[in-house]
């Protein structure tokens, strides 16, 4: 039976905080009337993250997708969107920093007709609980005022990992999406944009994770430049 939601978990060597996540995600599903899946996205994982995904997940529909290697966040989220078997596809981070119960509202308007529903930290009425350090906020805000100049427009936050699509909608995307590291997330709005796909940016609440796999210095600057390889890699991209 084609799930109601499948939710996709990126994961690169997340032993320590995989498994609280599975359990937190696991109690919400078993209290919704519809039918879910799980799907861990791991990037060349080398310690227990897969063998501790399958114990947790085995009573459950799941898929557990591999890779030798690792190859970035982009290509693990691609990968698991692409597999995706569900009516509505939910992006969530291996620290579920966003509660899985947010997902609620984001199905109700995927449920009256957007497209995309986008979780954010910068919007009036989102509650970041536990914040970053003030270095990496305010780099975070500096990057999504560039990305607003250099990429997409109007959206405040693209990089919060918890992201909600329609099948169809996803499907297309993600099979157009090419950046491997961080700046997915700016690829996939800009695409977005690009294929005309209604998205709505819904504040969440957020508790920062203090084992970020962003690098303070060297992940901004690739950042930067992807901004400029998105816009040239995809700019025969039509509705």
């Known amino acids: 039976m084609k799930p109601y939601l499948s939710i ?11 498994p609280r996540t599975l359990d937190f995600i696991l109690a919400f599903l ?3 009337p519809y039918e879910a899946e799980i799907i861990i996205s791991d990037d ?7 063998r501790l995904a399958q114990d947790i997940l085995r009573k459950c529909a799941h898929q557990i997708l591999t890779v030798p290697k690792n190859k970035g966040k982009g290509h693990a989220v691609r990968k698991g969107m692409l597999a995706a078997r569900g009516q509505y596809l939910l992006i969530s981070d291996a620290d579920l920093s966003t509660p ?3 997902v609620r509202r984001f199905l109700k308007y995927l449920e009256a007709g ?3 529903v986008i979780g954010s930290r910068a919007l009036e009425d989102s509650r970041v609980e536990i914040h970053q350090g003030v270095l990496r906020e305010t780099m975070g805000r500096i990057y999504n005022w560039i990305a607003r100049v250099l990429s997409f427009h109007g959206i405040k936050d693209s990089q919060c990992g918890f992201k909600c699509f329609r099948a169809e909608v996803a499907k297309k995307i993600f099979k157009l999406q090419k950046i491997n590291g961080f ?6 709005v800009f695409l977005a944009q690009k294929l005309g796909y209604k998205i709505r940016e819904e504040p969440v609440i957020w508790r920062n994770s203090a084992q970020s796999r962003v690098r303070l210095i060297k992940d901004p600057l690739a950042m930067f430049f992807d901004l400029f390889k998105i816009r040239w890699m995809h700019r025969n991209v039509k509705p």
């Open 183 to 188: 700046s997915f997330d700016a690829e996939t």
């Open 114 to 116: 957007e497209d995309i």
């Open 8 to 18: 996709v978990i990126p994961a690169y060597n997340e032993a320590r905080r995989l």
């Open 44 to 50: 060349g994982s080398k310690d227990r993250t897969i």
């Open 100 to 102: 899985i119960e947010e």
């Open 30 to 32: 078993r209290k919704q």
